[in-house]
């Protein structure tokens, strides 16, 4: 069974850092990454999806990696603002089949 | 706007109700799914449809939920006679897959529940 991980649970940093956020899956035989991000009360907001073929992916600030033999991935965060605060999801859909597991996400504060 | 839509964004019932919710994808994908998200928690897998055959279903999908996608179009989520632990916030997201190939989901705003 498929288990997704993120470490920490949440996170606090003054504005302007960059940071990586951690995310470790238990089965390597995965078809894509998804990286979400979810603000209170509100829906999903997809952010990366890496092929389980690639190693990176960029956009914008964020630079998503994935390292399929090891189960992991990180998401990166150059130069955080305090519009990036939101919890933010890694999900992993398993090769033969169409689901997304989901980890219980990494809840970002970044201050002022 | 043209995202995926969900009404409504939140419910009210009282224990022992039905309620409906529906969804409608992005148009043009043909494949659409349910989740369930409980406060803290990421996302679990209710159930998917291509077009509008039901192909997977969650062990979490109990007889008293039920899903439909008429025409491959919108799609509806029934549960009967709701208890407590049905409060929570109810997802969808659409893709398009053509030949099985690995689409991108894209989630709507929800549909939060609360049984009293």
């Known amino acids: 069974k498929q288990e997704v991980t993120q470490i920490p649970a949440a996170l606090s940093v003054p504005e302007g850092e960059n940071l990586v956020l951690n995310c470790s899956f238990t089965?390597?035989?995965?078809?894509?990454l998804q990286w979400f991000r979810q603000d209170p009360g509100k829906g999903l907001t997809s952010l990366l999806l890496?092929?389980?073929?690639?190693r990176e992916q960029t956009s914008g600030r964020l630079n998503a990696s994935l390292d399929k033999s090891s189960g992991r991935s990180t998401l990166y965060i150059a130069a955080s603002q305090p519009g990036d605060s939101a919890t933010y999801l890694c999900?992993?859909?398993?090769?033969?089949?169409?689901?997304?597991?989901f980890g219980q996400g990494t809840r970002l504060t970044i201050n002022p | 706007d043209t995202g995926v839509s969900q009404n409504p964004r939140h419910k009210i019932t009282k224990r022992g109700q039905n309620v409906t919710f529906r969804c409608d994808p992005i148009?043009?994908?043909?494949?659409l799914y349910w989740y369930r998200q409980t406060l803290g928690q990421g996302p679990e897998f209710l159930t998917y449809?291509?077009?509008?055959?039901?192909?997977?279903k969650s062990r979490l999908l109990s007889d008293r939920f039920s899903a439909e996608r008429p025409k491959g179009s919108f799609s509806t989520l029934e549960i009967q006679r709701t208890e407590q632990g049905d409060s929570a916030m109810y997802l969808c997201?659409?893709?398009?897959?053509?030949?099985?190939?690995?689409?991108?989901?894209?989630f709507g705003p929800g549909t939060r529940l609360t049984v009293t």
């Open positions: 997201a659409s893709s398009f897959n053509p030949s099985g190939t690995g689409g991108e989901q894209y």
């Open positions: 089965d390597s035989a995965i078809y894509n």
């Open positions: 890496i092929q389980s073929s690639q």
């Open positions: 999900a992993v859909r398993i090769q033969g089949a169409q689901k997304l597991v």
């Open positions: 148009s043009e994908h043909n494949r």
């Open positions: 449809f291509q077009n509008e055959a039901q192909l997977e």
